[in-house]
């Protein structure tokens, strides 16, 4: 059966705004904020994951130079309790430690409505490059490796905090995340968060380095 010109314009069209709005969705982003100091790179985009579904991930990369603590850095990342200070969780423990490098830590987040509350167990790696002066804390979703409550939990979490001794009292911090958000939020919120949000988060970090 011949479609008719009209319904191909329309069908063409359809299939044009698509290609778009994906092609627009997978595009980096990149602010520069507070004088050059920070940069935040940043990009939305709906991805399928091994069971076949759609799913919205969020994959940013945020970075400063400052003058700080190197030492106070580690120090912070290691002191889980205290990572709620940046991370704007409600609640942030270390559960256990699995090794001398390697711990599982809980996260809460109390949303606002009327975002649903949800949760995240990750496990934290901890390395140090002695040559690069450079120390690297990894966090990978682990959902299974502590009780579930009544919320929802990130089965979608990657981020790494990276830290660099410049020497002279400089540092170089570097915050980097994969992410999928466990619980229904509007795109226009997830879009309005960047690039404050993890802008934010590491000026957190440096006030509470310094």
């Known amino acids: 059966m011949r479609i008719k010109p009209q319904i191909e314009l329309v069908i063409f069209a359809m299939i044009f705004l698509n290609i778009n709005i994906m092609a627009q969705t997978q595009q980096w982003n990149t602010k520069i904020l507070d004088k050059g100091k920070i940069s935040v790179k940043y990009r939305i985009s709906n991805q399928t994951n091994a069971m076949g579904q759609e799913i919205l991930i969020i994959e940013d990369s945020t970075s400063v130079t400052e003058n700080l603590d190197f030492q106070k850095c580690i120090a912070l990342l290691k002191d889980v309790s205290g990572h709620k200070e940046f991370t704007g969780d409600k609640i942030s423990k270390k559960i256990k430690d699995v090794s001398e490098n390697e711990s599982i830590v809980y996260y809460y987040a109390k949303n606002p409505w009327p975002i649903a ?3 995240c167990v990750a496990r934290m790696t901890y390395n140090y490059d002695e040559g690069e002066k450079k120390a690297l804390f990894q966090f990978t979703a682990a959902p299974s ?3 579930t409550g009544n919320v929802a939990r990130m ?5 790494t905090y990276s830290f660099r001794d410049l020497g002279g009292g400089m540092a170089e911090i570097i915050v980097t995340g994969k992410t999928s958000p466990p619980v229904k ?10 690039p404050g949000v993890p802008a934010k988060a590491i000026r957190k970090i440096v006030e509470l380095t310094k």
């Open 117 to 119: 509350n949800s949760d």
């Open 145 to 147: 490796e502590y009780e």
């Open 155 to 159: 089965t979608n979490y990657n981020v």
């Open 185 to 194: 939020v509007p795109l226009w919120m997830i879009k309005s968060a960047f």
